[in-house]
Nanobody, 113 residues
Framework: VQLQAFGGGLVQAGGSLRLSCAVS????????MGWYRQAPGNQRELVAR???????DYADSVRGRFTISRDNARNTVYLQMNSLRSEDTAVYYC????????WGKGTQVTVSS
């Protein structure tokens, strides 16, 4: 099972980015898909996750600015990030749970102030 993330980059504060993560390989029903992030010197933290029934959870710091969605037919999860702030700068990792946890390699998001 492989997870490949796309969409990171450099953006000015107030701007937007859209991350996507495609899951490939032999995977059974995916229960939860999510995004985590890790800034230098910080622990990895949950950004947002979406369950198979489409219920979602968001970190307080991103609620109202970020939107997570999934395309089950494509085994892909998206993260639309709006009103980006410098504190959103981090490496973003996608994660899926399908009986086991699977992680992508991460994509860098840098927000300049």
């Amino acid at each position: 099972v492989q997870l490949q993330a796309f969409g990171g980059g450099l953006v000015q504060a107030g701007g937007s980015l859209r991350l996507s993560c495609a899951v490939s390989g032999r995977v059974l029903r995916i229960n939860v898909m999510g995004w985590y992030r890790q800034a230098p010197g910080n622990q990895r933290e949950l950004v947002a996750r979406i369950r198979s029934g489409s219920s979602t959870d968001y970190a307080d710091s991103v609620r109202g600015r970020f939107t997570i969605s999934r395309d089950n037919a494509r085994n892909t999860v998206y993260l639309q990030m709006n009103s980006l702030r410098s504190e959103d700068t981090a490496v973003y990792y996608c994660n899926v749970f399908s009986g086991l946890d699977y992680w992508g390699k991460g994509t860098q998001v840098t927000v300049s102030s």
